[in-house]
């Protein structure tokens, strides 16, 4: 997230070299982030973070369990500020709430980042849309929620039973109808705001598929489309894609970019 020339980011999946490629091309200095948000332990979303941290002197901001279980995974410390699930903190001119997901690492989480009257909320890696996400979402602009799996293409495909069960449990991963549900309700009780599709999973989902999944739930709601992709009602939905930075959300006045992930 981009505002002025203060920026956060959430996760660092990518390598270092990667992550400051990516950051410079933005016009910002990797020195120059206030922190790292991390959301959880599992090397998707922490590959980069130690070094990057340790290089650039950008503290990681995350639950105890998460950056105990960092530090002991990769045997190396960081600069590092703790924040509960619940707490918050403010990182650089960013205003930061973290919230409890449910999911299958130590201690995760996901965010609300405020700055200025706007504000997201993200979460991904979570078997179950939470109170505290649905509290986050409450007046946000960007909502990033995962849309990991289509159900059937999970339950038929590859996978093994134990982890299509993990997947689909409390402490798995959010599938396109979840998605789905937690954008109509929104949609309904909040009005208008933008949502991002993502963490789709390679094997379980395309960026089709979760596209026309939310088509057909939008139309069976009878929201009115806009005739601008995606777009249904209050509801304008974007899927990010996974293996490269694709969605830029501007704010009138801020740019705000969460495409690296
Ligand atoms: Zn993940
Ligand atoms: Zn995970």
């Known amino acids: 997230m981009i505002a002025g020339d203060d920026a956060l980011l959430v996760d660092a999946g990518l390598g270092v070299r990667r992550l400051r490629t990516e950051i410079e091309k933005r016009g910002i200095a990797p020195e120059r982030l206030s922190g790292i948000l991390l959301t959880h332990e599992h090397i998707d979303h922490v590959r980069g973070a130690i070094p990057f941290a340790r290089r650039y002197k950008v503290p990681l901001f995350s639950t105890a369990g998460t950056l105990e279980t960092l530090f002991a995974q990769e045997r190396r410390d960081a600069p590092y500020q703790i924040l509960p699930a619940g707490g918050e903190v403010g990182v650089g001119s960013f205003g930061v709430r973290s919230v409890s997901v449910t999911h299958d690492a130590v201690d995760p989480v996901g965010f609300r980042v405020s700055f200025g009257d706007t504000a997201l909320a993200y979460a991904t890696d979570t078997g179950t849309v939470t109170p ?3 509290e986050a ?3 946000a602009s960007l909502i990033a929620i995962e849309s990991n799996h289509d159900i059937h293409k999970l339950r038929f495909g590859p996978y093994p039973d134990s ?4 997947i689909l449990g409390r402490h798995g991963h959010l599938s396109n109808n979840a998605a789905c549900d937690l954008i109509l309700s929104h949609a309904s009780e ?7 599709l993502s963490h789709l999973s390679e094997i379980n989902n395309t960026p089709r598929m979760a596209m026309n999944y939310w088509k057909k739930r939008a139309k069976a709601a009878g929201l009115l489309p806009s005739g601008k992709a995606g777009v249904f009602g209050p509801a304008v939905v974007e899927v990010a894609l996974r293996d490269q930075p694709s969605l830029v959300y501007r704010t009138r006045t801020r740019a705000v ?5």
């Open 163 to 166: 982890l299509k069960a993990r």
């Open 257 to 261: 970019q969460l495409a690296l992930f």
């Open 137 to 139: 979402c409450v007046g």
């Open 190 to 196: 909040q009005g208008p705001a933008c949502f991002w």
């Open 132 to 134: 505290e996400f649905r």
